[in-house]
C-alpha cells in the first residue's frame, strides 16, 4: 500500500468520524417548563349512565308504543334472524344488533316506529373486498317498512340512526327493526 493510498484510507476515516466528533460533543439544556397553575371553581362531578326518567305517563306511553311497534314487526313472516328495538328519543335512546347469518339467501327487514315523526333504520353486512353499502330504511311511522335483500353468510348488523343531540324530551317513542326469512 502506498503513501498515496494511506492518505486517502486516513482521508475517509477522519470524514467519517468528524461528523461523529461533532454530534457527541453537542449537549443541549432545555429547561424544565414549570407547571402551570389555573384556578378551577369545583372538581368536575363524576358523571354517572343516563339513568330512565321516572314520568309514569310517559312510562305508560312508551308501553302501548312497544305493545303496537310488536304488531307491526310481527307481521312479517319467517323465521326471525335480528329483532330489536329501542326508544327514539330521551336520556338512553336508539339500538342496535349483529347477528350471524347462518346461510346465503333472501331475508325480509321490516322496520317500524310508533309515536315519533320519523326515524331512520340502516341495514347491511360487511364483506372484504367488497364496497360497504348498507341499506337506509326511512320510517315515516305510519306503519311497517319492509324489503328483501339478498344476504351473504356472515354477519348482519341493524341500527337506529340518531341525528340529533342526545338531550331529546322523553316522549315515549320507539322504534325496532326485524330480519326474517333464510329458511
Same mark, same amino acid.
Given at each position: ?8 484510507? #486516513? %482521508? ?5 468520524? @468528524? ?5 457527541? /460533543?453537542?449537549?443541549? $439544556? ?5 407547571? *402551570?397553575? @389555573? =384556578? !378551577? %371553581?369545583?372538581?368536575?362531578? &363524576? ?6 326518567? $321516572?314520568? @309514569?305517563?310517559? #312510562?305508560?306511553?312508551?308501553?302501548? $308504543? ?11 313472516? +319467517?323465521? *326471525?334472524? #335480528? ?6 328519543? +330521551? ?12 346461510? &346465503? ?15 331512520? *333504520? ?7 373486498? %367488497? ?10 311511522? @305510519?306503519? /311497517?317498512?319492509?324489503?328483501?335483500? /339478498? ?13 340529533? =343531540?342526545?338531550?331529546? =324530551?322523553? !316522549?315515549? /317513542? ?10
Amino acid at each position: 500500500m502506498g503513501i498515496k493510498d494511506k492518505r486517502h484510507l #486516513l %482521508a475517509v476515516a477522519l470524514c467519517l468520524l @468528524t461528523p461523529l466528533g461533532g454530534v457527541t /460533543a453537542c449537549a443541549y $439544556n432545555y429547561p424544565e417548563p414549570e407547571p *402551570v397553575h @389555573t =384556578p !378551577t %371553581a369545583d372538581p368536575a362531578p &363524576a358523571t354517572a349512565p343516563p339513568q330512565p326518567y $321516572n314520568n @309514569t305517563q310517559v #312510562l305508560e306511553h312508551e308501553a302501548k $308504543n312497544y305493545a303496537e311497534l310488536e304488531r307491526l314487526l310481527t307481521a312479517s313472516p +319467517g323465521p *326471525v334472524l #335480528l329483532s330489536d328495538a329501542g326508544p327514539l328519543d +330521551g336520556p338512553l335512546r336508539g339500538f342496535g344488533k349483529l347477528e350471524e347469518v347462518p346461510a &346465503a339467501g333472501q331475508y325480509t327487514v321490516t322496520a317500524a316506529c310508533v309515536g315519533a315523526s320519523g326515524a331512520k *333504520v340502516f341495514v347491511g353486512q360487511e364483506h372484504p373486498g %367488497a364496497p360497504f353499502q348498507p341499506v337506509e330504511l326511512t320510517l315515516d311511522c @305510519t306503519g /311497517a317498512t319492509s324489503q328483501v335483500l /339478498a344476504l351473504q353468510q356472515g354477519y348482519v348488523f341493524a341500527h337506529l340512526f340518531l341525528p340529533g =343531540p342526545g338531550d331529546t =324530551p322523553w !316522549t315515549g /317513542a320507539v322504534g325496532g327493526v326485524r330480519v326474517t326469512g333464510g329458511s
